[in-house]
């Protein structure tokens, strides 16, 4: 049986995802016995590196991919060895409109960007509308990114902070797709504009809970800039950062140890019971900070019902190409339109029909997604001999495709969903994506596919929800128990420091930050 430092730590953490492992480097950091109980073999959960084709020397981020809510206050902090690098292109959307071939390119300087706004709709009227919305959203993202790793603001003092009522209410209070709606006319452009209300999330623009406004929210926060990063050495880089930085500071690590209950009054050292390859054993800590779901939280406690049911929406694939593909839209080089956000039937019109297709339990006919590749902003996670003869990396995201969908037959409608995202970005291509494709050791071809239920089994991700639940607002009314940081349960010495946190969601370590001041004090 496992043999710890301890009989008694101050910090059991439960879960060595990047939220547990910013938890141990900053709890440990403060002279305080840490220890990390992790399920899998591995430390990272859904922010690993892997080699997912066999015998291919290409590492890829295979859940997790880019960045954008981590602050530069915890790499700091914690003395991580990890860079970001920006993508020279935001996005770029493919579309055939009166027989030809076109496309909306976002960055590569504001001349390019508004002479493709201009080509698309016909005027520069709606690249203002554009300047002028997401002016709006970037000085809010100034005001409001701070506040995350702060004391949770109320409603009221975090209106305040933003001091703009117009901002407020179209992000706080009305669906987003009104603001859309009011703000542009071009129906690309709107689709555009909504995917960062939808990635993860399966809601209609309009939803009343207003669910699809908080994860616009927390897209266009990150950084104070709305800018989503990629990882260099991928998103593993990140997590094997934290876990030296852990290490370093006197933090345990212990991998494949599974927990299966905590036993406390929320007074008393809280027992931790685990599983192992060996047998089953028993840790006590002061605290227990658990970087797992709500749901996970309520089972571990015995209060399984505690949790409501979530449900993710997402398709994940991975790529290998032995080139990039050539583009319909001669304008546009496809180092450029790869390399930043690359919409696939993302059109407003699009999205909505997807929904309503998807909420009937079909899977979309014509599936939204969208591509980006790693590789061309950061080769460093091919191999040299990769690099050298043109191999480039797709992660494809695809919107609108809830768990319930997978439920009766999870491989047949991966394989039919997947066949027709593909089909929807051949439509843009001058020659097929599988003409592209590289080929592993076994002569397989290097493609990957995860649904949501792929994500639960694999990750524990309840309904392969990514955020473990619906993102919230970052305000502390109507937070129960969440308390000052957002991270209490009812039990006084367990603490939620998972993306099911308040402020969670995304790699951002932010729950794990706000989890280890709330343990501190602060």
Request: proline share 5%; glycine share 12%; hydrophobic share 40%.
């Amino acid at each position: 049986m496992t043999s710890f430092g301890h009989d008694v730590y101050d910090d059991v953490i439960v879960g060595g995802g990047h939220n547990g492992l910013v938890a141990a480097a900053y709890l440990a950091r403060a002279g305080r016995s840490v220890l990390v109980l992790e399920r899998l073999g591995n430390t990272g959960g859904a922010a690993i590196s892997t080699r997912p084709f066999v015998g291919v020397d290409a590492r890829l981020s295979r859940y997790s991919y880019l960045v954008s809510l981590l602050p530069a206050k915890i790499v700091r902090d914690l003395g991580l060895n990890f860079a970001v690098r920006k993508r020279t292109v935001s996005s770029y959307t493919p579309v055939e409109r009166d027989g030809r071939a076109g496309g909306l390119l976002v960055g590569g300087g504001e001349s390019r960007t508004r002479e493709s706004f201009a080509r698309l709709t016909g005027s520069e009227r709606e690249y203002e509308s554009w300047r002028a919305f997401y002016g709006r959203t970037g000085r809010l993202a100034e005001k409001v990114f701070p506040t995350l790793t702060e004391p949770l603001p109320t409603r009221a003092e975090l209106r305040a902070r933003i001091d703009d009522e117009a901002a407020w209410r179209m992000l706080f209070e009305e669906p987003f797709g009104r603001a859309v709606e009011e703000h542009f006319t071009d129906d690309l452009v709107r689709g555009v504009v909504l995917t960062d209300a939808l990635i993860g999330t399966f809601a209609d623009a309009h939803d009343a809970s207003l669910v699809q406004n908080r994860c616009f929210l927390y897209h266009v926060i990150g950084g104070g800039t709305g800018d989503w990063d990629v990882p260099v050495g991928g998103m593993g880089a990140l997590t094997d950062a934290l876990a030296a930085a852990a290490r370093a500071a006197g933090a345990e690590i212990a991998t494949g140890h599974e927990v299966l209950r905590i036993d406390t009054d929320g007074r008393a050292p809280a027992e931790v019971t685990f599983r192992t390859a060996t047998g089953e054993g028993r840790v006590v800590g002061r605290t227990v900070l658990v970087n797992a779901s709500p749901r996970t939280l309520g089972e571990l406690l015995g209060e399984a019902e505690s949790a409501p049911p979530v449900e993710g929406a997402q398709l994940k694939v991975n790529m290998l190409l032995r080139r990039l593909p050539r583009l319909r839209d001669t304008s546009v080089d496809p180092r450029e339109a790869f390399g930043g956000t690359f919409h696939i039937a993302e059109g407003y019109a699009e999205l909505a029909r997807a929904y309503a297709e998807a909420a009937t339990g079909e899977l979309p006919s014509v599936p939204p997604s969208e591509i980006y590749c790693h590789s061309l902003t950061d080769p460093s996670i091919l191999g040299p001999e990769l690099v050298a003869q043109g191999y480039q990396t797709l992660t494809l995201f695809g919107l609108h495709t809830p768990a319930r969908l997978f439920g009766h037959d999870n491989q047949g409608a991966r394989e039919v969903l997947l066949t027709g995202t593909l089909a929807q970005l051949d439509a843009h291509l001058a020659e097929p994506l599988t003409d592209c494709l590289a080929f592993d050791a076994d002569g397989r071809p290097c493609i990957e596919a995860k649904t949501p239920l792929d994500l639960e089994r694999e990750l524990r991700l309840p309904g392969g929800h990514i955020f473990h639940r619906d993102l919230s607002w970052p305000y502390a009314d109507d937070q129960g128990a969440a308390g000052r940081w957002g991270v209490g349960t009812p039990y006084a010495n367990v603490l939620l420091c998972g993306a099911g946190a308040v402020r969670g969601g995304g790699v951002s370590g932010v729950p794990g930050h706000n989890a280890a001041m709330a343990v501190l004090g602060h």
